[in-house]
């Protein structure tokens, strides 16, 4: 595993970007948002600025040092995690309107999300390249798997659940000692000498629990368009880190983009057929990239062109 990492790009190529990430996360909470607030439209905005630029610039570098073939490799990964994360937005605001989050204390919760997504998006990444690399025919399977799940959200109306009631959740409250009224400000709290959970882990948890689930779609997507997991795993991580400013920009207008969902359905079902079909049919990176961006557009445009009435389901 360390060999094929080390194949992908140079220890201090993965030490660097780590460090990098870790002093951005260090700034972002302790720096710029170490008093608790709700970011305003105009910060959420800059800070979103802020992570594009950077993942430009880091771009710029794959480009500058590993040529053109891998720097579309990485700008179609990066737009491909962007978008599908969009999707995780949604259930976002599911989840904080479910436990009924403050809008100030919304940021600390992502942020913590954002650690163990880095974990598990690590994981999934690892175990995806090691099992294409290992086993050839396992790209049918991921390829399946994505056109399924893309006309499973084209074609079935998705019914309305609550995300804080999943078995996970359930099992926390049962088992461990929880306070309901700990409030979003700590994970856990001491009442008469004795330590409970808070709604905040639980909140924490069920973000967590998301991602996952959001995660088994957007990876094998990624690994459709390269195998390398450094390229893979860093355009994860900065579609990742810009999706925190990205909620509070778009959180107050997500009715508005109801069709983004058939075009993310669409896209998936492209990138499925595309892994399936690689052995005999070999589509361009930039193809992948200009298809995958018409699409996103188009779904974009269609839905500020034509509102969702009152009472469609978006």
């Known amino acids: 595993m360390a060999d094929a990492l080390l194949q992908a790009a140079p220890w201090w190529a993965w030490g660097g970007f780590h460090a990098f990430v870790f002093c951005m ?104 390249t090691a099992l294409l690399n290992r086993f050839e025919w396992m790209m049918y399977v991921f390829g399946g798997f994505l056109v399924y799940t893309g006309l499973k959200m084209l074609l079935l109306k998705e019914t309305e659940r609550d995300p804080a009631d999943n078995w996970l959740v359930r099992a926390f409250r049962r088992l461990l000692p929880f306070d309901e009224k700990g409030g979003h400000e700590r994970f856990t709290v001491v009442r008469e000498g004795r330590r409970y959970i808070t709604p905040m882990l639980l909140v924490l948890l069920t973000i967590e629990v998301t991602d996952l689930v959001f995660a088994v779609d957007s990876i094998p997507a990624v ?19 810009g999706l925190r400013s ?61 509102p969702a009435e009152r009472g469609e389901d978006a």
């Not at 996360?25 to 709700?38: S, T």
């Not at 690994?223 to 990742?240: G, K, M």
Request: net charge positive; hydrophobic share 60%; charged share 15%.
């Open 246 to 306: 990205l909620y509070f920009l778009l959180a107050k207008m997500m009715d508005r983009f109801h069709r983004l969902k058939t075009g993310l359905a669409v896209v998936l079902a492209f990138v499925g057929v595309k892994m399936c079909i690689a052995t005999w049919v070999h589509i361009p990176v930039q193809v992948s990239l200009l298809v995958i961006a018409a699409v996103l557009a188009g779904s974009v445009g269609a839905s500020l062109a034509w």
């Open 223 to 241: 690994l459709a368009v390269t195998r390398d997991p450094f390229v893979v795993y860093t355009s994860n991580i900065f579609a990742i880190l």
């Open 25 to 128: 996360l260090a700034l972002d909470l302790g720096v710029f948002n170490r008093r608790i607030h709700a970011p305003t439209m105009r910060e959420a905005a800059l800070w979103s600025a802020v992570w594009i630029g950077l993942a430009l610039v880091f771009c710029g570098l794959i480009f500058y040092g590993e040529g053109a073939q891998k720097g579309m490799e990485w700008v179609t990964g990066y737009v491909l995690e962007k978008s599908l994360s969009v999707d995780n937005l949604f259930v976002f605001v599911l989840v904080f309107q479910s436990f009924e989050v403050d809008l100030r204390h919304q940021h600390r919760v992502l942020f913590w999300g954002v650690l163990g997504a880095l974990v598990m998006r690590a994981a999934m990444i690892l175990a995806g």
